[in-house]
């Protein structure tokens, strides 16, 4: 049978395939459910810096009823993440440590360098082998420049690895001039792998009630293009972790990540959409594969068509462009 067995952060996961940040995640049922299903590791939902000021509102609560830490704790809901404060996320990072043989990756959701990031040592001391954090900023002004962007997410990158000395993935929005120079710059600044890519929930506008509401759409294996391409252009430049994320469905979306360069596959629509099980379906597939094409381990498809290991790496560059476009004129 194929060994799955997969270094991500520097842990050892015993498949590739990874459940991201979901309310999924969010409960210990949840968690026991992917594990069972063939989960190499769970990243929590985020710790939002906006729950900081829930923990204010906590202490607040506190000090007026004179309750434990401990009974503060117990009366926090059984779902962590969304704005359910930091305790009720501390105790799930504990529990989830307790129950699964996994790793357990937390996740922290910020986008300035405040005190919020202190979690990240009470993330470390409660027991998560790694964290992720996503900056998901929007800049809307004309005023700020590129540079500023960019220079938040190593600021805050720096704070974070100041705080914790555990692992630490950054989850990167794909909107970067330069995505290969920022992951550099972001390996400089001290993280251990890179998450491509943080996926941004666009607005909807209601033309009957003229409001904006929020969209959720959940993602399909059309995005998955995107992070093919640069994992499998910053595959092996850097010397850190590469983890998919956007568009992993299906065994054949899992197999095209690893291809590319990817060290594991991170789903979160597809676990959704179908259920914890989706992922037993998934890694039967993947062995199915490597079994008919003769390999022994995914880590001897790491890589394969990679920028460095293609004969035409142009491909995924410039080239070609041309090429496409004319394809769809029509005859
Ligand atoms: C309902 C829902 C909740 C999510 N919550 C988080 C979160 O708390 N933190 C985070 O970094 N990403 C969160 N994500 C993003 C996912 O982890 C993932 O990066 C994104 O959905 C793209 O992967 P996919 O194509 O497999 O869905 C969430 C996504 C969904 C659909």
């Known amino acids: 049978m194929a060994d799955l067995r997969t270094r991500y952060l520097g842990l050892e996961l015993p498949s590739p395939l990874v459940a991201s940040s979901s309310p999924l995640t969010g409960t210990l049922e949840g968690l026991g459910r992917l594990e069972a299903a063939g989960a190499g590791a769970v990243v929590l939902p985020s710790l939002f810096e906006e729950d900081l000021a829930e923990e204010a509102r906590e ?8 309750a434990t830490g401990a009974e503060a704790r117990a009366g926090h809901p059984e779902q962590a993440g969304y704005g359910a404060g930091p305790a009720a996320y501390l105790s799930l990072v504990e529990r989830a440590k307790a129950r699964l043989s996994i790793p357990v990756i937390a996740s922290l959701n910020g986008i ?3 005190g919020w990031v202190r979690n990240a040592a009470r993330l470390e001391q409660a027991g998560a082998d790694a964290l ?8 809307s002004s004309p005023a700020q420049s590129g540079s ?3 220079w938040r997410y190593l600021d805050i990158v720096g704070a974070v690895r100041q705080a914790a000395g555990i692992p630490l ?4 929005s794909p909107y970067f001039s330069s995505v290969t120079n920022m992951a550099g710059q972001l390996v400089e600044a001290g993280v251990d792998g890179l998450v491509l890519f943080n996926r941004f929930y666009q607005p909807d506008l209601d033309v009957e009630t003229l409001q904006v509401v929020p969209s959720l759409e959940l993602s399909t294996s059309a995005e998955l293009r995107l992070p093919v391409r640069w994992i ?3 595959y092996r430049r850097l010397g850190v972790s590469l983890a998919a994320s956007t568009g992993v469905h299906t065994a054949e979306d899992v197999l095209k990540v690893l291809l590319a360069g990817a060290d594991v596959a991170t789903m979160t629509s597809a676990l959704l959409r179908n259920g914890p099980d989706h992922l037993s379906h998934v890694e039967a597939l993947l062995r199915d594969w490597l079994d008919r094409h003769g390999h022994e381990s995914v880590d001897r498809v790491r890589g394969r068509l990679s920028q460095r290991s293609v004969p035409d790496p142009a491909a995924f560059e410039r080239a070609n462009y041309l090429k496409v476009l004319a394809s769809r004129s029509p005859r």
């Open 169 to 172: 993935a950054v989850k990167l």
């Open 232 to 234: 499998a252009i910053l």
């Open 132 to 139: 992720e954090l996503n900056v998901y900023y929007v800049s």
């Open 112 to 114: 300035s360098r405040g």
């Open 148 to 150: 500023e962007v960019e």
């Open 59 to 66: 202490v607040d609560a506190l000090l007026a009823t004179g």
